[in-house]
């Protein structure tokens, strides 16, 4: 309980060089001790908590919690805080438990404010017409809706209904400075709320935002960061002098080494670094780490960007209008450039320069490349590409929220109904041109790209590979684990439990799911079915919960492309031929892989080893620091990638030969 300060403590503080104008505004915790009180000016009203512990500082400094050389207004402060060395003053603040605060210039909230939330993101398009409003908890799913579906405007004006209301209840004229927290040596810091355990160290200046932040991931902010209009999420990192305006930046981000971003969307474990960005849509895992990389007017998740990529998002004509979309997995080479608007498919690698507004994206897994102003499409050569598959692998290790509750949806898959339905629309695609133009062809013509003979062919090969691949992987785990006697016990496993799954499937900031179901939810938001971002929240994730069920239905209906039988037809011996099929699939492409990963072993990757030596020195010196091939992490995975997926194959054989 409060109380008010008895006439010996007023003596006390007034003897530690403390001043108060009106001492009754000030009010106690019941074990307070104004020894721990010095130095300081206290104005409004002021609740104050306990000094018992002491804070060791990095190097061994021990200091006691307590108030010491600064001035304080209107302000509620916690058990167990240390503030010291204020410059200027803090006012309209609650801090909270084990707060430590030291060499802060300014900390105040002036008038109210709802600390970032409903601030309007130009995303997309610079001159707008694509604003999302920003909130705590918004998702890479809810921001995709919010983006992208302008077509459907009672949806967007309902869900920004509810962000609005959400903020309503976060506006407030104090600022929270959350338990455990430190701030020390920073300059200015205006309107923000900062969650428990965050660290802010050395910041320039910040206004109106929220850093959140808790016990299990907490955010760091650093030396000569400028932030204004922001929401930062748990587990962010923000150092090194950037700079950030009008930005959303979501769970495990790092922005830092003078990056620069506005009007911008950043999702999970999104980085960047060095560059620029402006306008983007950063779904997770968006990476740039090289100075003279801008980003602006794109959508990007699991995206890598070279050195010097760039686009442009106007032609001189009527402004920055332009947009471009780069599925998820594409990346662009150094130098690269695209003028908007363009559409690159997903896990496709763009190189050279590119003006004539391609669109890829029934073509994925391509390469993208310049010739002589031309716009070159290697349709599926990204499927036997080594980088391709470690990027694959790597980002499911690179996750870094440690939060209970992750805001956005990730699904990590490579191959899915997303990428293999595409896959198929390549293959009718590139069957179409072979038709049209003839087989023997030299070049063929596709939305603004060149495709060569010989690419279209290697082409169609991989991407049959792909999907046999896939829909093998998907009938395996169908009936790995079931107990099946009868060619009638496999016909009834392979019926869907669900009819969710069917149709086409969306890649919603790096969930994926069935269009129809979000068709549903968009429909439902329209009727009022869905009253609340909690509510929002909670279908999506049941959708991205229960995927691989929808996953198996869409590729029951897909099984023509492994067997001419009908389902309720199909026997043991027609499993044993999917399996074989599969399992050729799965080698031939793993090999692919191999002979891949060898190029980087070659007498050409080893030019610049052994400098002044032999060339039996230069071979020591490349094994030296690259290790030896078949000791290769990644080519050791490959190999044993096939054993395990030969013996899967021969287990499922003999499985089903015993029902012969």
């Known amino acids: 309980m409060y109380r008010k300060l008895s006439s010996q403590e007023i003596d006390s503080l007034q003897n530690q060089n403390c001043y108060c104008k009106n001492w009754d505004l000030i009010e106690v915790i019941d074990n307070f001790n104004p020894r721990y009180v010095r130095n300081s000016s206290f104005s409004g009203k002021i609740k104050l908590g306990y000094f018992e512990r002491d804070f060791e500082l990095p190097g061994g400094l021990v200091c006691h919690s307590g108030i010491y050389n600064a001035t304080i207004h209107n302000c509620i402060i916690g058990n167990n805080v240390y503030i010291g060395n204020i ?49 705590n908890q918004l998702s890479a799913q809810m921001a995709y809706i919010l983006t992208l579906y302008r077509h459907r405007p009672n949806v967007i004006n309902k869900i920004s209904n509810y962000i609005e209301a959400y903020s309503k209840s976060v506006t407030s004229d104090m600022g929270v400075i959350g338990k455990a927290s430190q701030i020390t040596s920073c300059q200015k810091i205006k309107n923000v709320k900062i969650g428990s355990h965050a660290r802010l160290n050395g910041v320039y200046r910040l206004q109106n935002g929220t850093i959140n932040s808790c016990e299990k991931d907490t955010s760091f902010i650093g030396f000569g960061v400028i932030a204004e209009n922001f929401i930062i999420s748990t587990g962010t990192k923000i150092d090194d002098g950037a700079v950030v305006y009008n930005c959303f930046i979501g769970q495990g981000c790092i922005l830092s080494k003078h990056y620069s971003a506005e009007n911008s969307l950043f999702f999970a474990n999104s980085a960047g670094f060095h560059g620029e960005a402006c306008s983007i849509f950063a779904g997770p895992f968006t990476v740039t780490h090289h100075k003279s990389t801008l980003l602006i007017a794109g959508m990007f998740s699991f995206m890598n960007a070279g050195s010097g990529s760039n686009q442009s998002n106007h032609m001189y004509k009527l402004g920055p ?105 390549g293959i009718e695609i590139l069957n179409t041109l072979q038709h049209l133009s003839g087989k023997t062809t030299e070049v063929y013509s596709y939305q603004n790209t060149l495709i060569r003979n010989s690419s279209l062919r290697h082409g169609l090969e991989l991407y049959y590979i792909a999907a046999i691949k896939f829909l093998g992987n998907s009938i395996i785990s169908r009936l790995e684990h079931t107990d099946c006697k009868t060619d009638d016990d496999i016909r009834a496993r392979l019926i869907p439990s669900t009819p969710i799954g069917s149709g086409d499937w969306l890649d919603l900031g790096g969930m994926i799911a069935p269009k129809s179901e979000i068709a549903k939810i968009l429909d439902d938001i329209e009727d009022n079915r869905i009253p609340s971002v909690e509510v929002l929240h909670e279908r999506l994730r049941n959708i991205h919960e229960n995927y691989y069920e929808y996953e198996w239905t869409w590729a029951y209906d897909k099984l023509h492309y492994l067997t001419p039988k009908p389902i309720n037809e199909i026997t043991a011996q027609d499993i044993i031929k999917i399996v074989e099929r599969w399992k050729t699939a799965v080698v031939d492409l793993d090999k692919k892989l191999y002979n891949d990963a060898r190029k980087e072993f070659t007498l050409t990757y080893k030019v610049s080893f052994g400098t002044d030596g032999s060339e039996e020195e230069q071979n020591i010196d490349f094994e030296q620091v690259r290790g030896e091939f078949e000791k290769n992490s990644f080519v050791t995975e490959v190999l044993d990638h096939i054993r395990r997926k030969s013996e899967l194959a021969r287990f499922m054989i003999d499985k089903m030969e015993k029902l012969k």
């Not at 438990?97 to 300014?106: G, T």
């Not at 994925?364 to 391709?388: A, C, K, W």
């Not at 290790?397 to 992750?406: E, N, T």
């Open 321 to 425: 209008i332009h947009q471009g979309i780069m599925e998820r997995g594409a990346k662009t080479s150094s130098d690269s450039y695209i003028l908007w608007p363009a559409k690159i498919g997903a896990f496709t690698t763009v190189m050279g320069r590119h003006y004539k507004h391609p669109d890829t994206s029934e073509l994925p897994f391509s390469y993208l490349i310049e010739n002589n102003d031309e716009s070159i499409l290697i349709p599926g050569v990204s499927l036997r590409s080594v980088g391709t598959i470690r990027d694959a692998q790597k980002w499911p290790k690179r996750d870094k929220r440690k939060g209970d509750y992750k805001l956005d949806l990730v699904n990590f898959n490579l191959l899915s109904p997303f990428t293999i339905h595409k896959i198929m629309q």
């Open 87 to 135: 410059g200027n003053y803090m006012a309209n603040y609650i801090v909270e438990d084990d707060v430590f605060i030291d060499n802060v210039d300014i900390l105040l909230v002036e008038g109210t404010s709802s600390f970032g939330n409903n601030i309007k993101v130009t995303v997309l398009c610079e001159t707008g017409g694509r604003e999302v409003p920003i909130f």
